[in-house]
């Protein structure tokens, strides 16, 4: 392109205000919610990246498509509208909507687990750690080696080890009733997996009869990546490159407030006959009907509309450059993150950035906290807050202590960008000030979202 200025692919129809707040107003308020921006009200946060799930604008498409909900109890013509969007793109036999993606997994995992199971994946992310967990499986890591190396530069620094991936399926006979993909890897910095990592993945798990499920979040951003970055693709159309994808899989998990571009839901796609019919009975059991799943017809209508707008080139380049853009500047100002930047998110490295803070006092969450307290910038900790508690009890520093800035979809401009990396460069300035947290008091499972903490 001759322009080098990133200019949003749509105009903005409706406004939404956002409250300013002074730095003692926000001192105040992070003592409050006992140090966890979980805890905060939104309407004191300026401008919020805790995460980029359900939290995107909808579009006048997906708007319009909500006033044609039809909210029968079954089989509802909204229903089969979402079924064949999510079939054009995976091609997968049975589509059973959920609310979340977590309900997926959860149905998922209380089909097919039991203590003891082994379920490899390239990195688990939080919910899908703790409902592998939950069930007395292992959730069981195997990025490639460089993910855990936040400065080393590879175009698909999300791969599962393909070695390692063999080797636990093998060394734990009966013990893998099923392996994961996730795309991108979100807990891995939202880097991307290449398709020839996938095809290889699939080959592994077909030869040992091994299904093999992508956790489907962020499909269209790793199609793009594809697309951009692996021989072959140039000329391939994001849906093209998602089709390949899914060609290669028995089944995915998704949670549509990601790539689903809606606020609400979810579903769980499969082609195994038997095992759909064990996963619709439970979701009847906790969900609702298998043609709503626990949604709206609203809401199946704003998810067929937000699949297929997802996949449309303009957004695509758009969001990766918005996201590459602040990375940009914060590796020229010297402030370490992931590299490279990742498809919806920047994630800081915090022991880079703080080495002053020793793990066992949390460097990521206390670079979230002054995050917000300088500049109402609401992020969010990966690092061993969230993934430090082991299930039998003990604690285990993360292999990165991580602070994630999640964009949400269509929902802050360039200008937003341009404050964010102000505030950031700020921070770094008076970084040696940061001083470490400590746990007050914490749940066992996914303790990050209510964990009350205090300053050392």
Known sequence: MKFKTIIEPFRIKMVEPIRQTTRAEREKL?????????????EDVLIDLLTDSGTGAMSSGQWA?????????????????????????????????????????????????KPGDIVPNNTHFDTTRANTEYRGAVAYDIPIAEAHDPAAILPFKGNIDLQKLEQTIVENPGKVPLAMITVTNNSGGGQPVS???????????????????????????????????????????PLDIAQEMFSYVDGATMSAKKDGM??????????????????????????????????????????????????????????????????????????????????????????????????????????????????????????????????????????????????????????HVDYLAEVLLYVNSIKNEIRGVRIVDA??????????MALI
């Not at 992070?30 to 939104?42: D, M, T």
């Not at 079924?83 to 959920?98: F, R």
């Not at 749940?443 to 009350?452: E, I, Q, W, Y």
């Open 30 to 42: 992070l003592a409050e919610a006992h140090y966890n921006l979980f805890l905060l009200k939104a």
């Open 65 to 113: 498509g909500m006033m044609l909900g039809d909210e029968s109890y079954a089989g509802a013509k909204s229903f089969y509208k979402f079924e064949t969007a999510v079939q054009n793109i995976t091609h997968l036999k049975h589509v059973i909507p959920t609310h979340q993606g977590r309900a997926a997994e959860r149905i998922l995992f209380g089909s097919v687990l």
């Open 195 to 237: 398709m020839a990592n996938i095809r290889a993945a699939s080959e592994i798990c077909r030869r040992h009869s091994v299904p093999l499920f992508l956790d489907c979040c962020r499909f269209a951003e790793n199609a793009w990546f594809i697309k951009t970055r692996e021989e072959g693709y140039a000329d391939k159309t």
């Open 262 to 415: 809606a606020n609400i839901g979810g579903f769980l796609a499969l082609n195994d006959d038997a095992l759909a019919q064990t996963c619709k009975n439970l979701l009847i059991l906790t969900e609702g009907f298998p043609t709503y799943g626990g949604l709206a017809g609203y809401d199946l209508e704003a998810i067929a509309v937000g699949l297929e707008e997802v996949l449309h080139e303009d957004y695509l380049n758009y969001r990766i450059r918005s996201v590459a853009y602040l990375g940009d500047i914060l590796t020229a100002n010297d402030i370490p993150i992931v590299r490279p930047a990742g498809g919806h998110a920047i994630y800081i490295d915090a022991k880079g950035m703080l080495p002053h803070i020793p793990q066992s006092e949390y460097p990521a969450w206390a670079l979230s906290l002054a995050l917000y307290l300088e500049g109402g910038i609401r992020s969010v900790e990966i690092g061993s807050v969230m993934f430090g508690h082991q299930p039998d009890g003990s604690e285990k520093p993360a292999a990165m202590e991580l602070v994630r800035l999640a964009f949400p979809r269509r929902v802050y401009t360039q200008s």
């Open 443 to 452: 749940p066992p499972v996914l303790r990050h979202f209510s964990a009350k």
